[in-house]
Each structure stands twice: as C-alpha cells, then as structure tokens.
C-alpha cells in the first residue's frame, strides 16, 4: 500500500526543536521530490520546503529559513523535518506530501499527490 | 497570510454547483499551474486537481479546474454530502518568500 507514515504527537517548551518523521512504504521512496506542509489550528496550509530523497538536495521557504532543516534515510526510507527555535506560533500539524516528479529530474512538479496523516507539533510552557 | 485569495465559504443545495474562485497575480497563478486539494474535516489533504485541470486517477469528473489569468476556478457539480470539506489552491510563486503558496481556504457547505 502507498503510503507516508508521520511519527507521533509531540509537546516542546518554546526554544526547544522538534524532529518529525514520514516513513514512506509502497513505491520507491528515492524516486520522487517530497515536500513538509504545516496547518496552524484552524488555519490554512502553509509551505516549508522539499528535500530530494536521492540527492538529499533542499529547498526552503524564506519564512523558515536558518530554523527548518529537512534530512532523510535512504535506509529506511524515511524523511525527517527538524525545526528548531520552536514558538507557540509553530503549534501545528506538520505533514510530509509527495511530488510525483522523479529525483533525477531537475525540479519538483510542484503538486502533492500522496501525503501522510501529519504529526501535531505542540509548543507550549 | 496568503497570496492567493479565496472567498472563505460557499454553499449549495445537493445536486447543484459551486464554484471556488483562486485570485493571484503574475509571479504565481499567472505564470504557473495550479493544483486544488480537499481537506476533509480532521484530514490530510487531498490532490482533486493538478496542472490547472487534471484529474488524478479516482477524482470524479465532478470536480473540474480552470484558469484564465491571474484566477483559478475550482467547479463541483452534482454535490454530495460528502463534499464539505476545505479547499484549497496552490502554486508556484516566484517571489523570495516562498516558492509555493496555497490559497486561503474555502469552506463548501452542502445545505
């Protein structure tokens, strides 16, 4: 079955980090871009980056540039957002969403066919 | 805040249409394509359209995508129930920020 699996919830004190995870099984996992999407409660999605799983090649968005650091494990095909600094304002679902352009190409597609459930980021004293 | 606008809700009876606008400009909607996705409530979201107006495999021709412009347009005919849920655009964006951007969200109600 193709799917993208999140680690569990967490909760983290302002200025700590967190590091989530998204296990993709099903479909070859170096083979396509994968992006991190994050919803504040009861806000909209809000884009943070891709990472290309073969390469490990990132790309950011401005808004989290220097605090989000998007790594993966070929090994156990799993990609990993980490964000550090953390805010109450970073209190959000954070979800991994694949590209369905191939790594070898020279950019992502730029839509999402596939992601997962998200993990719900927490921060708060 | 986003920079693709969308009206926050809409509504309709079942069996009749709606339609979702997307406003953007020339460095997103303009130049680039456009992807819708649904978010059912206490979900992940969902690709309904990808490349202004095609369908993934299992989307009905139900929902169905355009653009001219700077606008995208996002159409549900035939509603069902199971259609409330939120909708998003999204696209490329050629300004520094970011380099993708999703609309503001649209609630569909079904009367």
């Known amino acids: 079955q193709v799917q993208l699996v999140h680690s569990g919830a967490e909760v983290k004190r302002p200025g700590a980090s967190v590091k989530v995870s998204c296990k993709a099984s099903?479909?070859?996992?170096?083979?396509?871009?994968m992006h991190w999407v994050r919803q504040a409660p009861g806000q909209g999605l809000e884009w943070m980056g891709w990472?290309?799983?073969?390469?490990?090649?990132?790309n950011y968005a401005q808004n989290f540039q220097g605090r989000v650091t998007l790594t993966r494990d070929t090994s156990i095909s799993t990609a990993y957002m980490e964000l550090s600094r953390l805010r109450s304002d970073d209190t959000a679902v954070y979800y991994c969403?694949?590209?369905?352009?191939?790594?070898?190409?020279?950019?992502?597609?730029?839509?999402?066919?596939?992601w997962g459930r998200g993990t719900l980021v927490t921060v708060s004293s | 805040q986003s920079v693709l606008t969308q009206p926050p809700s809409v509504s309709a009876a079942p069996g009749q249409k709606v339609t979702i606008s997307c406003s953007g400009s020339?460095?997103?909607?303009?130049?680039?394509?456009v992807s819708w996705y649904q978010q059912l409530p206490g979900t992940a979201p969902k690709l309904l359209i990808y490349?202004?107006?095609k369908r993934p495999s299992g989307i009905p021709d139900r929902f169905s995508g355009s653009k001219s412009g700077t606008s995208a347009t996002l159409g549900i005919t035939g509603l069902q129930t199971g259609d409330e849920a939120d909708y998003y655009c999204?696209?490329?964006?050629?300004?520094?920020?970011?380099?993708?951007?999703f609309g503001t969200g649209t609630k569909v109600t079904v009367l």
């Open positions: 969403a694949r590209d369905p352009a191939y790594s070898y190409g020279p950019s992502p597609y730029w839509y999402f066919d596939l």
């Open positions: 099903g479909y070859t996992f170096t083979g396509y871009y």
């Open positions: 990472i290309n799983p073969d390469s490990g090649g990132t």
């Open positions: 020339s460095s997103n909607i303009g130049n680039n394509y």
């Open positions: 490349e202004n107006n």
């Open positions: 999204g696209t490329w964006e050629s300004s520094l920020s970011a380099l993708y951007v």
